[in-house]
């Protein structure tokens, strides 16, 4: 069964903190994707990678950056947690166009 | 620019009727449409697909429409259970540049009463 792993379900940090989140899939895709989930604002594309050390910017990057050194890990990088960006964050993969996406479990991030 | 739109933030239903969720679309190159589920705590997980080639698609309890004129479809759940009960996602891609990225809309909450 393919899976998407997210490296925690539940993070508590403090404002300031620099933050990581791990995601790694298994299927060999080449395409992963991150998103934060809030209430009434849906899914939010903060940025992708379609290929190793490749990476565009979604829909709200600001605050963010990432990193993908190996085809099956991208990681998702809060510089300087604030308060703004409690949120869920899901990561997902898909291996080529028109296909769905897999999405992880989800990491609940609670910055205090 | 919301592109994907699903306009009813919540539904109930009661547990044996018939659940229909809306969906509308501006993006005239959108070709193909999910559905996802997702519950609390949980991240989402793929339902049933439509490609623009077909006006329904069917899958056990759920049936995707597609009418492609008005830019709308629609997920029925017959009948609905409990377990139903869940923020149901759509999202659409099209074949062109970038055709791997999916659009979502804002989600609809489900809610199937016993």
């Known amino acids: 069964d393919v899976k998407v792993t997210q490296s925690s379900r539940y993070l508590v940090k403090r404002t300031g903190e620099k933050v990581f989140l791990e995601c790694v899939q298994d299927m060999d895709h080449e395409n992963m994707f991150w998103y934060r989930q809030d209430p009434g604002l849906g899914l939010r594309l903060i940025y992708f990678s379609y290929d190793v050390k490749m990476k565009e910017k979604g829909d709200i990057p600001e605050g963010y950056s990432v990193s993908r050194e190996k085809k099956e890990r991208f990681s998702l990088i809060l510089e300087s947690a604030s308060t703004n960006q409690t949120s869920m964050y899901l990561c997902a993969s898909t291996p080529r166009a028109l296909y769905g996406y897999t999405f992880g479990s989800g990491t609940r991030l609670t910055v205090v | 620019d919301q592109q994907v739109k699903q306009n009813s933030p919540s539904l109930s239903v009661q547990e044996g009727r018939i659940s229909i969720l809306n969906c509308d679309y501006t993006n005239s190159m959108f070709d193909y449409f999910l559905w996802y589920k997702k519950y609390p705590a949980e991240g989402p997980t793929f339902l049933i697909s439509?490609?623009?080639?077909?006006d329904k698609n069917e899958d056990g309890r759920f049936t995707v429409f597609l009418n492609k004129s008005a830019k709308h479809l629609s997920l029925h759940i017959v009948p609905s259970q409990p377990g139903d009960s869940a923020v149901y996602f759509c999202a659409a891609s099209s074949s062109g540049a970038g055709s791997y990225q999916l659009t979502f809309g804002k989600g609809t909450k489900l809610s199937v009463i016993p």
């Open positions: 439509i490609s623009s080639i077909k």
